[in-house]
């Protein structure tokens, strides 16, 4: 039997006077058993809609009390729920240990033998597949780098949305990288990356929007002449 409002380690969240007994039998039968004073009875029925009055001897139970899971509904969230909420998840992921490298990029997925296949793939690719059995706690601030990125890479999303993928890597990385994203690109995946890594850009975009303080011009990354535009505008920004 555990009774949780005499608990320290976890502490009641009944208001006081409210007082409950978690038992479970040997037969694997378990009861919850709540006392609440009298006069609290209101607040007892109002903070549950899901209570189903089987007994009131004593007339105690508001008449038209009927349960009701209307307020668990699934219902479409407010946009700025939805942006507290990424918000969280993506300040709090990259804190999160899963075990070993290989564990991080199938985080989330069903490790079949082809996607733990894709993620052994994409750790050589990155340079890391010697470390698939290490903690990612042990990896330098570059390799870090590398792994984050190869989380992004393993996702089957449509739209993939790269912030710096090169930041931390040397140049056998970078073009590893780089021919991960053409691959992605070539299955058909979109591909957005903010970078001030210019030879990258050049070698592995199609298109730029370039933004600076004047302004944002559009540039074809594959057309003659490219590298000269891009250094122009950014000699122009830098001004």
Same mark, same amino acid.
């Given at each position: ?15 006081? +006077? ?36 089987? @007994?009131? #001897? ?22 700025? =729920? ?8 993506? @300040?709090?992921? %990259?804190?999160? !240990?899963?075990? $070993? ?8 997925? #069903?490790?079949?033998?082809?996607? %733990? ?17 290490? =903690?990612? !706690?042990?990896?330098? +601030? ?10 992004? $890479?393993? =996702? ?5 949305? $790269? ?5 931390? @890597? ?7 990288? +780089?021919?991960?994203?053409?691959? /992605? ?10 970078? =001030? ?6 070698? %592995?975009?199609?298109?730029? /929007?370039?933004? +600076?303080? @004047? ?25």
């Amino acid at each position: 039997m555990q009774k949780p409002e005499p608990m320290e380690l976890f502490p009641p969240d009944f208001p006081a +006077g409210w007082f409950s007994y978690l038992m479970l039998f040997s037969d694997g039968v378990k009861i919850d058993l709540t006392l609440v004073p009298r006069e609290d009875g209101e607040a007892y029925f109002a903070q549950d809609p899901l209570i189903r009055v089987l @007994l009131d #001897k004593d007339g105690l139970c508001p008449d038209a009390l009927r349960p009701s899971d209307e307020r668990f509904w699934v219902q479409r969230p407010p946009s700025a =729920h939805v942006r507290d909420c990424a918000n969280e998840f993506y @300040l709090s992921c %990259t804190y999160v !240990a899963r075990g $070993l490298l290989r564990d991080e990029l199938l985080c989330g997925q #069903k490790a079949t033998p082809e996607r %733990t296949a894709r993620a052994d793939e994409v750790l050589d690719a990155l340079g890391l597949g010697a470390l698939a059995d290490r =903690h990612p !706690a042990t990896l330098s +601030g570059g390799q870090k780098q590398r792994l984050a990125l190869g989380v992004a $890479l393993m =996702h089957d999303a449509s739209v993939i949305v $790269l912030d710096e993928p090169t930041s931390g @890597l040397d140049g056998k990385s970078m073009r590893s990288v +780089g021919r991960q994203i053409e691959k /992605l690109a070539h299955e058909g995946r979109v591909i957005l990356m903010i970078t =001030h890594d210019v030879e990258f850009l050049l070698k %592995t975009g199609t298109s730029a /929007l370039l933004v +600076g303080p @004047l302004g944002c011009e559009k540039i074809d990354v594959r057309a003659s002449g490219a590298a000269d535009r891009i250094v122009r505008f950014l000699g122009t920004a830098a001004r």
